[in-house]
């Protein structure tokens, strides 16, 4: 996620500070203009210029299918971020476009997804119902995040989400989005959002269940399980020639199986407008009327203003709070997952950092008509390699069969009930829950279950948002741990200690470092002088050098003194500008303990040669 | 802040996972039954059976000096929390009980603080004006989240946030606490509570400054600076033998100048009285009528119902959100910092773990008589000090002081004019702003100016909430940003590459290590294969194990081998439970280079003698 053409700040115990600092300035600033950075900014001007009617063809189809693949997932996926189901749209052809020009995999397709639905409904829900300025701020500030992150290499933030939480976060979030459908499923009404309350509520009022909405759901997730299975049969004669027809027919069913959602949802609707011409109308719950056409191209609303609500933008932001930050490090995460599977499965590679660049941008212009935030999409980018696609060109198509669907399709989405929907939904996010995970860890490593099960537990109990920031959290103490706490190497040397730490010290260990050796110096009545070994030590921050001061400062009232030795020379340029007073330093450990003025010195060992002895302090 | 009796997760390399865990846990429950533990849990049995009359003397000396300085403190602090005066005095007194039973140092007085005051002001502001149940909530849930940090001696998480960050903060936090009582020195109106629009507006109605709120707040600014001077009076001689009534009367001026905040306040309140008994009453700011007694002993209110406003217990938890965290962080970081300086110069220890309980039980009880969140103050624990207290029991006299404040004295409180409270915060306030460490760090450390100033500007710009949250982020970036980017060192072995990272590989490194080795071992069509030697390598995660896969299928792409060498014991035990296929391990690089299959293998060389070279990706 580093890159070679941009602003890297390095804090390297050799070269700190300005110098390397100002000429990557310098090279930051050269790069910008050359021919080179402008391809890398628009990778659309690399195959371009090689484009082929072949390559046409192919994109042509793979770009239809995913767009059959995206209608009704749209639809479906905005009623997740608690929006009307004409958002789901919105939200899905201008990253299409943008990707095209921007976007250096040819797999991927940008779009809503579930997670990032979930994520919108959660941290970007309007206090008036169906109302997406909430929504459409979000899109905004994830794309302005994502392009600052992009243009400022921070895509580095990305690696600092484990594995394990990621994982976890995303079954979490699976099973939060396939509980949630279970209402539509069973057609109930006012159940809750959160995750327990409304496992709570969706049991207790099973006995209102409308049974055509639910005849009508299971029916769907049935038909879109047998249907999905035609997609991945394995023909036994795979390896034998075939005849066309042969072909066309395989071609055919695989194509069938693909478009699944949109087969089993023209279907469903088909069979409720039947329902509802023979007057059963209240027995089945319908999507109803969709605001038909393309979305308004308009700046986005930054407050609210109705006749009994007003929010400032400053409240709007307020609430919306951390989900500036974690919706887009998400949408990122997906986005660089997603593509570096696939550029690894093809045998291409991508810029990570110019794919945070062109999702930043997709956002950005895609606030402009009404779309909440997206990413990339693992199905449908699936869907698309599958389809042979072979640039982001296939990504116009897509895009303007959904535009085409928007201006006239939209009257016949009224009948399509929310049961099948409900039914897309489940079957598209069950596959995204990993049970496996749990068995693999409990072989290999045991430590990672602890982060794994923590995020899990906590993203149904507290909170998907919370779920995630406890889990990055807990990772990242678990990294910083043995930061803090560094492990000391004590020799006795007759009336003097020597002390030398594992590693650099800094704020999160400095007092730690000092207070230790204080207590193991002056423990038992035995009271010793100490001699710092500073060999494991590379860099030192200003908290270090407090540290330094307190230790000098507490052995002094026990007339003890402190020297320091094998101090690297960046290390001790900075001890010498602090002017600590009465610390003084030597080149070797033997020098240090001829000149300090102790009894009984006996010479000395090698630091590598010393007896390890665990770390104990009473606080 | 980590501790012997706690239950302590350490990832070491030598003893992973359970078994360590199961003995910290026996040594555990075998802790929490001793007296040792009683004692440690309730520091009053160990200094109470020892107390004499003549440290009870000093004791009610130092109690109603502090006392003194709270009463006014209380009142003024109450302010910026947003609340009632009273409110201030609430949260005066349970503190110094409850520390007076539970706390490990003799100095420290627990109450409202500015930076506390503040944070309830910014966290836990209730859209009913003057209603406290945010903050209660607050005050409970920061308790609840102290305690439970100091049983599961998280203290240790006080360690991740950094000098320069606490010091940028603090000095912003003054800044902007200062610059709001400015509305009160000039008696102005309507002010908001953000810095940047306070300023402006503060400006912008200079003109409709009341000119005797003006004359009172400037001059109880002065008074107060020249009082407080009397306390810090050289007298020349010091060291000559003094006679009685010269010895009483220099008590007295520094009891005088200690009581600085109660004369001024005082003082002007009598000003204010005369003034309205000559009926200029409407050109004067005052206080007027406080509630009189003590505060109503109830459990927190947990949602909100009024005629217009209805809020559920949900609705201001997630109002409230990252304050749960930050406050009580911040409330321990102020109490642990003044407890060691103070520990320091009075030569005694204080237990940081008991501190921490200490303030969570303060707070959790203190909830119940509608306090604020309370903590350890520094100016009134140097007042403490100073007033010469021998033990936690002056808390008793001081929050007796407190109740009897608020039984009888509240109506006199009507009088006090708000220039006056005015002046005792700017003047309490200011001496918390430290610009000297900007000429320290430009000296020593110039790098930790980078956090530094960035936490300070990002305080005023964008509020001291997110001012705090992103200091500690970006000074948590800048530690953890070597581990996400080891070095890596290559030897040429003819076809071999040999590569050496500098530290272990976790998931912040795992997928940079293979990325950069594939793409090392393939550039400028030269196909190496790779011995990867392990010897800095101390643990591994799943991430890494994910990452030694990529490492093996992306080389064998280009039919190229990958062998480990130098794997530590406990590292190898993971690699081989993870059973990576074609992933050769050998015990020294000798062997690896003798038994991969490849041309132009020519002898070895030692690992510390390699030629390090700087690191070079694309992406």
Known sequence: MSSNNGLQVQYEPNEMGSIRINQQLKQFYKNICTKETLKKKFPISKWLPKYSLSDLQCDVISGLTVGLTVIPQGLAYAKIAGLPPQYGLYSSFMGCFVYCFLGTSKDITLGPTAIMSLMTGTFAISPIPNDATYAIILTLMCGVVQLVMGLLNLGILVNFISYPVINAFTSAAAITIAFGQVKHIFGLKNIPRDFLPMVYDTFANLGQTKVWDMVLGFASLVALYLIKKLRSIKWQDEDEPKSTSQKVARKFLWLFGTGANAVVVISAAGIAASLISMNIKDKITITGHLKQGLPPLQVPAFSIHTRNITQSTGEIFSKIGAGFFIVPLLGLVETIAIGKAFARQNSYK????????????ANIISCFISSYPVTGSFSRTAVNSQSG???PASGIVTGALILLALQV??????????AALGAVIISAVLQMIDWKILKILWNVDKIDLVPLIITFISSLVIGIEYGIMVGIGLSLLMLLYPLARPKLKYINQGNILVVQPNQGMNFP???FISETIVQKATEGGSNRSVIFDCCHIYNIDYSAILGLKELVIDLEKNKLQVALCHVQ?????????AEIQNLSTYTTLDIALQELPVYNVQGSRQCEEDESKPLLRKF
């Open 350 to 361: 991508i810029d990570p950092t110019q794919e945070l660049i062109a999702i930043g941008v």
């Open 389 to 391: 696609v072979r640039s």
């Open 409 to 418: 399709l939209t009257p016949l989405f009224y009948y399509v009930p929310q």
């Open 509 to 511: 260990s400095a007092e």
């Open 569 to 577: 020379p960046t290390v001790l340029e900075v001890i010498e500008r």
